[in-house]
């Protein structure tokens, strides 16, 4: 019987004895509390690459979008454009190890997904076959590895998957005629700021030996693109854009005419934009400027009348397309006219377009003050005129050019 009651004593000592209380609940709670911790971590962690990957598949969508009209390329060649954009986006984290770096790449191979659909164009659009209006689904997921912390709770990996839609068209709706007013003086064969890709470096010969021993020497510097060859190949890609707005050339019509001290041979006004590349490729930087023949000349071609109510463009593509085309005059230089009375004359010019709704796009390439201030002036709105002070800088003015002409469009939907 004592030691019964020694022993029930002894528990309800055990029972009653509050000391040690802390030990034990801290043991209990400390995993939780670093588990809770790693939660919070990771929860961070998550929303900021879930921004990253819509970021990534949003930049995706757009690409591919914009490259279906802008580019020309294929549905799968854009779906492939499309993948390899979320990758390298997603890619471009510096705290990733190599190895974290691959499984990331393999995972987003898996797991992105590009659907692309091409919606048949309607009314008019339909009719003459230039409208192409493409949608771009783009969804991506991966496994986020978590913190050991919170893998206390049982989880080793959380979900991330974002999706993204863009529409592109490329409409030419409102048929147009353009012709091209270029600058092909001898300052045309001067060098700009930007180095040929292809041919990076020239050789350079130079005296390098004394009076009594004269010697010639070579080196390698910088091989600058000229700014004719600058002016082809934006001029080339003006064109695309046309081209790819109006495939059957159906509803684009493009001419052009050189200047330098003096107007030069011009082309007529034509369906498509072939015979205006052929033009500009052809053409050679030689003599001095003056621009008001040139911009009189392409002016009158776009406004020709054909009888006493209707111009011969307008008849041309009401025969051809049922619409009364937008006209357009796009006028570069790259420096001052020799006289001020050629300014005088290209100005008068500009105002006559300006009443006739003719729109003027100027680009100046290069160009000092004066000629900055004459295209300046001809330009149909601020929102017209653009200073390139290289060849990168010529080339994206003429692609918006060409890309406000020929009304391509791409947003994002979603």
């Not at 991330?160 to 007013?181: D, H, Q, R, Y």
Request: aromatic residues 6%.
């Amino acid at each position: 019987m004592a030691k019964r009651a020694t022993f029930l004593k002894s528990c309800s000592n055990l029972i009653g004895d509050r000391r040690g209380n802390l030990g034990m609940m801290a043991a209990l709670l400390v995993p939780v509390l670093f588990a809770a911790g790693g939660v919070a971590i990771d929860m961070t962690n998550m929303m900021l690459t879930k921004d990253r990957l819509q970021d990534a598949t949003d930049a995706a969508a757009l690409a591919a979008a914009s490259a279906l009209v802008n580019d020309g390329l294929s549905i799968e060649q854009a779906k492939e454009l499309a993948k390899d954009f979320v990758k390298s986006q997603m890619q471009s984290d510096a705290s990733l190890s190599a190895e974290e770096l691959a499984a990331l790449e393999q995972a987003l191979a898996d797991n992105t997904t590009v659907d692309i659909t091409e919606q048949t164009a309607t009314g008019e659009a339909a009719a003459v076959g230039n409208s192409k209006t493409y949608v771009v689904d783009v969804s991506s997921k991966f496994d986020l590895p978590l913190n050991a912390l919170t893998r206390l709770l049982g989880e080793e990996t959380a979900e991330i998957g974002t999706a993204s839609k863009s529409l592109s068209s490329s409409e030419s709706k409102n048929a147009l005629s353009m012709f091209l007013v270029l600058d092909r003086s001898g300052s045309m064969a001067e060098d700009t700021a930007t180095v040929d890709a292809d041919n990076p470096t020239k050789v350079e010969y130079y005296a390098c030996g004394t009076k009594k021993k004269p010697k010639t020497c070579s080196r390698d510097v910088p091989n600058y693109v000229i700014k004719i060859d600058a002016l082809k190949t934006a001029t080339e890609n003006l064109m695309t854009y046309m081209k790819t707005a109006d495939p059957t050339a159906s509803l684009v019509r493009t001419g052009a005419v050189s200047y330098n001290a003096s107007m030069q041979k011009q082309t007529d006004l034509a369906w498509g934009t072939d015979a205006v590349g052929t033009y500009v490729n052809a053409l050679t930087a030689t003599g001095g400027t003056d621009s008001g023949d040139a911009f009189k000349a392409a002016y009158q071609k776009l406004v020709l009348k054909k009888n006493e109510t209707e111009m011969v463009e307008d008849a041309a593509h009401s025969e051809k397309n049922k619409q009364v085309p937008t006209k357009y005059i796009v006028f570069m230089t790259d420096g001052d006219n020799n006289y001020t009375s050629a300014d005088t004359t290209t100005k008068y010019w500009c105002d006559e377009a300006r009443n006739d709704g003719i729109q003027v796009f100027t680009v100046a390439f290069m160009a000092p003050e004066r000629g900055q201030a004459l295209l300046n002036y001809c330009a149909t709105s601020s929102d017209h005129y653009f200073a390139a002070e290289n060849a990168e800088q010529l080339n994206a003015a003429f692609e918006y050019i060409g890309e406000k002409a020929s009304a391509m469009t791409v947003r994002l939907t979603k």
